[in-house]
């Protein structure tokens, strides 16, 4: 098994920047890939970003946080780091954060195998 713990989270105006992480512990050695997904009132969750564990280091983002959000990762502390910059109303959402084993069809929430409780941003307009 493998527990995932999110940090970061806040209310923050438009245009302004937050930096979420996200922490694994247990039998880390089997994740392939950890990614962001973000779930809005309403609305079904969405893929944000991933980021591979192999030596490529691959990332992964929706086309909505392209150029806006920085994805990285720290494999010695098994961490996940999203860098959120120039935030508008419509990143609001409860972000997740997700590991898989598998390091295919990356943007689909039903590749992954373990989830984080989840944390809430708020941009406000």
Same mark, same amino acid.
Request: charged share 10%; no cysteine; hydrophobic share 50%.
């Given at each position: 098994q493998v527990q995932l713990v999110e940090s970061g989270g806040g209310l923050v105006k438009t245009g302004g920047s937050l930096r979420l992480s996200c922490a694994a512990s247990g039998r880390t050695f089997s994740i392939y890939t950890m990614g962001w997904f973000r779930q809005a009132?309403?609305?079904e969750r969405e893929f944000v970003s991933?980021?591979?564990?192999s030596a490529s280091s691959a990332t992964y983002y929706a086309d909505s946080v392209k150029g806006r959000f920085t994805i990285s990762r720290d494999n010695a502390k098994s961490t996940v780091t999203l860098q959120m910059n120039s935030l508008k109303p419509e990143d609001t959402a409860v972000y997740y954060c997700a /590991? /898989?084993? /598998?390091?295919?069809?990356?943007?689909?929430?039903t590749t992954y195998d373990y989830w984080g409780q989840g944390t809430q941003v708020t941009v406000s307009s």
């Open positions: 009132p309403g609305k991933a980021v591979t564990w /590991a /898989a084993t /598998a390091g295919y069809n990356l943007r689909f929430a």
